[in-house]
């Protein structure tokens, strides 16, 4: 039988605190809250040493008006206001590999921050029935708004200890046979299903092998596509290949902002076409894996905005929009008819290739078939 575990406030016992975990504020070094979180010296990423460097400015600026009694107050303000126009500059143009970087910020809010922050009387359920309970993959009913739902979520762990308890992210087949369980259950009361999507992909491992991982993944996508109920699914980090997709079937797909989704990682594609990681740029240019290019190739239904900055940057008010996004839809959602709904969701994952991907396959069909006629060889009449 499934077990519930809560603490009084509704909080899973076995997740890090949020507060720490969005703002660990423990490491050495300066800390800056210009952007709304204190983001510590080694936490910038490459293409942010600019941001990084106004921070250092605006703490001596601060250190020295303490010691020394002078006002600089106009100078912070005026580096902060070019600190928010730089960001403002690097995120509107971010590449594709740079999103997967600020996809995997070891501060970006991960799922125990959405259930501390977004989710009422939140109660876990664990255990497959069948081999054994999946630390990767979170399950439980909570309230979201004013709607009671069940949340399945990936949880890729905070501190080290959390990672490897959690397999950083990467589900094995009972992960995937928990998640559908709990998802059944909630079917059979009429309670929506949001997951949360955040993994590098389904662990590759012997044993996940031997258990039936590709089966596992393969029969959520068969039984989520005509689960009863509505199902949001929003990918708030990494949405990693199969591993994705196991919990990644419903009648709505968003991604926030800098999050991204592939078929594989820009490393694993790297090292397959060229057998070498550092093409990983490339790689992740030429998967289209931002969310930006996967709304105009209908690959999603929706993008939620993040803070300037990423989520890492405020974590407040990325669950805000999440947790704004969720209500609206199921309201939404929860207008049609069962028939309708079944029937939407239906056609949605048909027209799957049937947008500008199938055009731009029928462009190069084209061009092959020019190419192929300007290539023939003219035939010559036989002399008499």
């Known amino acids: 039988m499934a077990k519930a575990k809560s603490n009084n406030n509704g909080t899973p016992p076995r997740f890090a605190s949020p507060a720490a975990a969005s703002c660990d504020t ?3 070094g300066k800390q800056s809250e210009a ?3 204190k983001i510590g010296d080694g936490d910038y990423l490459d293409f942010e040493q600019k941001v990084a460097d106004f921070d250092r400015q605006i703490n001596e600026l601060r250190r020295l ?3 020394k009694g002078i006002d600089y107050s106009a100078e912070i303000r005026r580096l902060q206001h070019q600190q928010v126009a730089e960001l403002k500059k690097v995120y509107s143009n971010l590449t594709a590999w740079q999103t997967v970087q600020v996809a995997r910020h070891p501060k970006r809010p991960l799922l125990a921050d959405y259930i501390h922050s977004m989710v009422k009387d939140f109660r876990e359920l664990h255990g497959d029935r069948c081999f054994g309970d999946d630390g990767a993959i979170v399950t439980g009913f909570g309230q979201i708004g ?8 990936q949880n890729k762990g905070r501190s080290l200890k959390e990672k ?3 397999n950083f992210g990467c589900a094995n087949p009972e992960g995937y046979r928990k998640a559908l369980a709990k998802m059944k259950f909630a079917a059979k009361f009429g309670l929506p299903v949001v997951t949360l999507i955040d993994t590098p992909g389904a662990y590759p491992g012997i044993g996940a092998e031997e258990r039936g991982q590709a089966q596992a993944i393969a029969v959520n996508l068969f039984e989520m596509s005509r689960l009863p109920v509505p199902v949001i699914c929003i990918c708030i980090g990494e949405g990693g290949s199969g591993g994705a997709l196991g919990i990644g079937v419903g009648d709505r797909l968003a991604m926030l902002e800098f999050a991204y989704y592939s078929v594989i990682s820009p490393e694993g594609c790297a090292g397959i076409l060229w057998r070498d990681g550092s093409q990983a740029p490339e790689a992740a240019e030429a998967l289209k894996l931002t969310s930006k290019d996967l709304l105009k190739m209908k690959l999603i239904d929706d993008v939620i905005a993040e803070p300037l900055g990423g989520a ?3 974590v407040h008010d990325t669950v805000y929009n999440v947790e704004r996004y969720i209500i609206r839809t199921l309201a939404a959602l929860k207008r049609a008819k069962l028939e309708t709904l079944l029937e939407n969701r239906y056609k949605k994952l048909r027209a799957i290739g049937s ?9 190069s069909a084209r061009i092959k078939t020019v190419e192929a006629t300007q ?7 036989a002399k008499v």
């Not at 947008?355 to 462009?363: Q, S």
């Not at 290539?375 to 009449?381: D, E, G, L, M, W």
Request: charged content about 25%; proline content about 8%; glycine content about 10%.
């Open 35 to 37: 952007a709304g979180c």
């Open 355 to 363: 947008g500008p991907t199938a055009v731009l396959r029928g462009k």
């Open 312 to 314: 890492h940057r405020n």
């Open 26 to 28: 423990s490491r050495s």
């Open 164 to 166: 490897v308890t959690r």
């Open 146 to 153: 004013r709607e009671k739902v069940l949340i399945v979520g």
């Open 375 to 381: 290539s023939r060889p003219k035939s010559v009449p």
């Open 65 to 67: 008006s303490s010691q």
